[in-house]
Antibody, heavy 121, light 111 residues
Framework: QVQLQESGPGLVRPSETLSLTCTVSGDSISSYYWTWIRQPPVKGLEWVGNVYHSGYTDYNPSLKRRLTISVDRSKNHLSLRLTSVTAADTAIYYC???????????????WGQGALVTVSS | QSVLTQPPSVSGAPGQRVTISCTGSRSNIGAGFDVHWYQQIPGTAPKLLIYGNVNRPSGVPDRFSGSKSGTLASLAITGLQAEDEADYYCQSHDNSLSASLFGGGTRLTVL
């Protein structure tokens, strides 16, 4: 049974960089496409970006200037890096899986439990 | 204001049928992009409920069904149960925005 686990600092200072890792166990990361989704406290879901098995990425235009998503096949994990954060980036960040070959929008059939990141001084 | 519009809340008594709408436009649902639906019980991660407008993943009861026509997608839940109380989100893609989108979410209350 595949499992996804997000990890990273729970507190980030304003203007600094938010970095998260999603470790995949029980299956190869190369077999799927991957997505980051975030959810501000008591709000709805927001698509952050996709990374495909080839390493190609697709980002939310509102975050594109600050965002990097990558895959490390040797460690079977994916990473998210968001620079110059503000309080508006405070959210639960989820990684999620989509079947390889999916077209937009990708149906996300497995999710991690999420990692809360608070941006505050 | 979400590009995909959902009612903030719906409610129904146990055993009843409810529907949740997801209204888009010609640049997303109306452009032919699929709609997926997710169920999120508060405090937990979302769960895929319907994919490709009408398909149920393995393990999802057939009480849940999806439909799509024009710029409108809908999720129907029949035989409401207390465990269905959750937030429901639709998802699609928008050509103009070049982004995947979620609706604002609908809170289902089982009376």
């Amino acid at each position: 049974q595949v499992q996804l686990q997000e990890s990273g600092p729970g507190l980030v200072r304003p203007s600094e960089t938010l970095s998260l890792t999603c470790t995949v166990s029980g299956d190869s990361i190369s077999s799927y496409y991957w997505t980051w989704i975030r959810q501000p406290p008591v709000k709805g879901l927001e698509w952050v970006g996709n990374v495909y098995h080839s390493g190609y990425t697709d980002y939310n235009p509102s975050l594109k200037r600050r965002l990097t998503i990558s895959v490390d096949r040797s460690k079977n994990h994916l990473s998210l890096r968001l620079t110059s954060v503000t309080a508006a980036d405070t959210a639960i960040y989820y990684c999620a899986r989509a079947p390889r070959g999916s077209s937009n929008p990708m149906a996300l059939d497995r999710w991690g439990q999420g990692a809360l990141v608070t941006v505050s001084s | 204001q979400s590009v995909l519009t959902q009612p903030p809340s719906v409610s129904g008594a146990p055993g009843q049928r409810v529907t949740i709408s997801c209204t888009g436009s010609r640049s997303n649902i109306g452009a032919g992009f699929d709609v997926h639906w997710y169920q999120q019980i508060p405090g937990t991660a979302p769960k895929l409920l319907i994919y490709g407008n009408v398909n149920r993943p393995s393990g999802v009861p057939d009480r849940f069904s999806g439909s799509k026509s024009g710029t409108l997608a809908s999720l129907a839940i029949t035989g409401l149960q207390a465990e269905d109380e959750a937030d429901y989100y639709c998802q699609s893609h928008d050509n103009s925005l070049s982004a995947s989108l979620f609706g604002g979410g609908t809170r289902l209350t089982v009376l």
